[in-house]
């Protein structure tokens, strides 16, 4: 069941959202009135004119042609759960987050999508995957919006809009739905050679994930973690599947999007029906908050970057249980709104710039997709902590706000509600040094290096795992039209690994090129060869 519900202002309203719609043994109109018939118009006569007075009929239709809201701009289509987060107490050192607490018990909403189709398109195509929880803490609601994939195609949020209209459907032909094997994709990802990395991703295995209950999450940002004294740890947040991780073989992948679009949607929905509750920990790799922001050599604050287990390893804070399906999609699937400025004392942001877009983004779209400023009012979305802001009006608005004055200051209502210090709850910015510096529009130096981790990712493959690279990579192109878009890929590869390239080019048919560039890191040491693959893979 989603959170129990609770005005804006913290007061029970006494209600079950569903007693709302439906209740009492009648059939009855939005109003409540008892209705005698729903299955025939009114009309002058059974086989007259149907009778513009019939307000029932018209009751009945206007709100159905009203059912649909916008789907999401991005992450259209997906499944999620309802669970429980119980904390270790292994982060305390580092974040003074109550819900990371040692067996602080949390209820948590997790949803899971596929990024580029439709709300109807199928679930086991190539393509990055969502991995979102909202955890209902006593301090506020916390999102951790994630992905499968532990890097990011672009390192500036300005970029966003570009990566999404060059991999969604053509403008004309809306052409094709759900897949990247089209032209535009390849040609900004080629053009665009700090997308190497992810594009990489995308092409292993963990481009088609068997289940969502096998796939890892990460929140791919460096955050900035808290503790009780002030001190501050920059983190990556990882979630690991207690099922390891496992994918589909791509003929699996294909077979499965025509027999059972719905593949992912309902083993998620059947396991947790027959008790198999999946299960994942959440974990964080640490680093020390320097000055620069970097951690050996890697700039935390480049989301096409990873840091290697190897070098920091993830450390275990939490276990995540989904044991519930939602009972109603729309209501929670699909109203619920994740945004990842929602942060709760003790975990902070970081300048990401990606993560800056992110800030505003969120916020805005939800606005339009859920009708107005109101939607932290709808069940899925209430935190579970008392609120008592002074937010006031607007579209769907259904709190019945008391008093006259919500300002700060005011000598009226009894003045204003009491501000928390730091030492009482509050959320509080890090106070971050911000080095003097002229304003431009431009990227650090150190975000120059696109081919480097791309190729430590390649290394640390499986001879076979490095098959189905080289098999994805020419299906996908082999898709697009233009020769040009095809030999700039190759291009990209030749700077990642000459027999990755070499392999697409006789599969397409082309000569291999040469690299253009000099790898910015040396050849990786085989200490470093190995991503943290200690799972086991299909
Ligand atoms: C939705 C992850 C980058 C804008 C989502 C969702 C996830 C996600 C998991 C689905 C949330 C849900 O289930 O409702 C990520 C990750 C990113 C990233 C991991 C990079 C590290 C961005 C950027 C922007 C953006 C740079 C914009 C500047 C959006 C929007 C939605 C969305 C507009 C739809 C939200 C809604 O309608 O509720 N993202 N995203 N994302 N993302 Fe991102």
Not at 104 to 120: H, I, Q
Not at 153 to 176: L, M, N, S, T, Y
Not at 254 to 271: E, K, V, Y
Not at 321 to 332: H, I, K, M, Q, V
């Amino acid at each position: 069941r989603g959170p129990a519900p609770m005005s804006p202002t913290g007061a029970d309203t006494g209600a079950d959202p569903a007693d709302r719609a439906q209740s009492g043994a009648y059939l009855t109109t939005a109003q409540g009135a008892r209705l005698h018939d729903s299955d025939h118009s009114l009309k002058a006569g059974a086989r007259g004119p149907v009778l513009l007075q019939d307000h029932h009929l018209r009751e009945k239709i206007t709100h159905f042609d009203h059912e649909r809201i916008p789907e999401r701009v991005v992450h259209a289509r997906g499944a999620a759960a309802h669970g429980v987060f119980r904390g270790y107490g292994t982060a305390s050192g580092v974040t003074k987050a109550a819900f990371l607490a040692k067996d602080v018990e949390t209820p948590v909403f997790t949803r899971f999508s596929t990024v580029l189709g439709s709300r109807g398109s199928s679930d086991t195509v190539r393509d990055t995957r969502g991995f979102a929880t909202k955890f209902y803490t006593e301090e506020g609601v916390f999102d951790l919006v994630g992905n499968n994939i532990p890097v990011f195609f672009i390192q500036d949020a300005i970029k966003f809009p570009d990566v999404i209209h060059a991999g969604k459907p053509h403008p004309d032909r809306e052409i094709p739905q759900a897949q990247s094997a089209h032209d535009t994709f390849w040609d900004f990802v080629t053009l665009h050679t700090e997308a190497a990395h992810h594009t990489l991703w995308n092409m292993s295995d963990r481009g088609i994930p068997r289940s969502y209950r096998t796939m890892e999450g990460f929140g791919v940002h460096t955050f900035r973690l808290v503790n009780a004294e002030g001190s501050t740890t920059l983190v990556k947040f990882h979630w690991k599947p207690r099922l390891g991780v496992h994918s589909l073989m791509w003929e699996e992948a294909q077979i499965i999007n025509g027999t059972d679009p719905d593949f992912h949607r309902r083993d998620l929905a059947d396991a947790i029906e027959a008790g198999a509750f999946p299960q994942w920990e959440l974990g964080i790799q640490t680093f020390p908050d320097t000055a620069d922001q970097t951690f050996e050599g890697i700039d935390l604050l480049d989301p096409t970057k990873i840091v290697p287990e190897e070098l920091a390893p993830v450390q275990p804070v939490g276990l995540l249980t989904l044991n519930a399906n939602p009972s109603n999609y729309f209501a929670e699937t699909e109203q619920v709104a994740f945004h990842v400025g929602h942060l709760v004392p003790g975990i902070d942001i970081t300048d990401d710039p990606l993560l800056a877009g992110r800030l505003f983004s969120y916020l805005d779209t939800q606005i339009s997709r859920l009708g107005g400023p109101n939607f932290a009012q709808l069940p899925i979305n209430r935190p579970h902590a008392p609120v008592n802001d002074m937010l006031r009006d607007g579209m769907h608005q259904t709190a019945v706000h008391r008093g006259v004055a919500p300002y700060r200051p005011n000598s009226l209502d009894g003045g204003c509600p009491f501000l928390a210090g730091a030492d009482t709850g509050a959320f509080v910015e890090t106070p971050v040094t911000v080095p003097e510096a002229s304003k431009v529009r431009e990227a650090p130096a150190s975000f120059a290096d696109h081919f480097s981790q791309p190729r430590l990712f390649w290394l640390s493959m499986t001879p076979v795992e490095r098959e189905h690279i080289i098999a994805a990579y020419t299906f996908e192109l082999s898709k697009c039209y233009e020769q040009a878009v095809k030999e700039r890929a190759l291009k990209v590869l030749a700077n990642i690994d000459a027999t990755l390239c070499s392999e697409v080019a006789v599969g397409l048919g082309l000569p291999a090129p040469r690299p253009t560039v000099e790898l910015a890191s040396p050849q990786p040491s085989p200490a470093l060869s190995q991503l943290g693959h200690s799972w086991p893979v299909d």
